[in-house]
């Protein structure tokens, strides 16, 4: 069964602590960011990831891109990111896919439920992208550990000679 997340970008940007102070000092960055975060959860979860951006605030047609294995979209003139969502929801569904929207915005829970698509509040995808980080960090953590910093294994007063050769302190 494919899994398709489909998230209101704007949305996101607006409920979540690390994006909201972006937001009011670099719009581009805090979009940026989030298409980050997604592409971990992406990889993390390994779903299909779309973000739907309204295009009041990027001017113009229709743009669709990937960035990050993340499929961005901003909705041409005159389109709200709800109405695309709305849309791909529709388009999307099928036997054999399970469709996500995230959004905090009811009246679009609604919609999205007629059409058979299941609901992941602003909260309920920062507090799962946290839980994903935090396993990544734990996972490099280990990784850092586990592995010696040489193929070969070095008495660590040797280590500590090369380090400071590589270094040229010596």
């Known amino acids: 069964m494919q899994t398709i997340l489909i998230v209101d970008g704007y949305n996101m940007i607006g409920a ?10 670099d719009f581009e960055e805090a979009r940026n960011r989030l298409i980050e975060l997604m592409a971990e959860y992406k990889a993390a979860m390994g779903y299909r990831v779309i973000v739907v951006f309204d295009a009041h605030l990027v001017p113009g047609v229709e743009q669709m891109y990937v960035h990050n294995a993340v499929e961005v979209i901003y909705t041409r003139k005159n389109e709200t990111a709800d109405e695309r969502i709305e849309k791909l929801t529709n388009e999307l569904k099928g036997r054999k896919k399970q469709i996500y929207v995230a959004t905090s915005d009811m009246t679009e829970q609604n919609v999205i439920f007629g059409q058979g698509a299941l609901r992941k509040s602003a909260r309920e995808l920062e507090i799962e992208m946290q839980i994903i980080q935090s396993q990544i960090s734990s996972n490099v953590k280990t990784i850092k550990e586990v592995r010696p910093a040489s193929r070969i294994n070095l008495p660590k007063e040797i280590e500590l000679e090369f380090e400071k050769w590589r270094r040229g302190l010596k």
Request: proline share 10%; no cysteine.
């Open 16 to 25: 979540w602590k690390e994006l909201r102070p972006l937001r009011d000092s």
